[in-house]
């Protein structure tokens, strides 16, 4: 079994900082890409940002200058790097992973359970 587990959700003032972490653990071969998708009540599910096992990145252009996107391959980690926060930011985020979990080239895709993170004005 694989569990994708987020951390460092909270509720910050505008323009303040939040680091999200993300921590993949079990039957793990090979993680390929990951990423962190967020969603609000009543709207589909978005992508915030991923990041390929060569460490390639791709935002969402709301994002752009303002979040990173980072991973430890050794630690099958996930990092976002969120600053100038805004409260159109909140929002539960969640992490993705595309996993092998054998010797075959077939990837599955888990979810963490999210991570709630709220912005005031």
């Known amino acids: 079994q694989v569990q994708l587990v987020e951390s460092g959700g909270g509720l910050v003032q505008a323009g303040e900082s939040l680091r999200l972490s993300c921590a993949a653990s079990?039957?793990?071969?090979?993680?390929?890409?990951m990423g962190w998708y967020r969603q609000v009540p009543g709207k589909q599910r978005e992508l915030v940002a991923s990041i390929t096992s060569g460490k390639s990145t791709n935002y969402t252009d709301s994002v752009k200058d303002r979040f990173t996107i980072s991973r430890d391959n050794a630690k099958n980690t996930v990092y976002l790097q969120m600053s100038s926060l805004r409260p159109d930011d909140t929002a539960v985020y969640y992490c993705?992973?595309?996993?092998?979990?054998?010797?075959?080239?077939?990837?599955?895709?888990?979810w963490g359970r999210g991570t709630q993170v709220t912005v005031s004005s």
């Open positions: 993705n992973a595309h996993i092998i979990t054998g010797p075959l080239p077939m990837f599955q895709i888990y």
């Open positions: 079990g039957s793990i071969f090979r993680i390929n890409d």
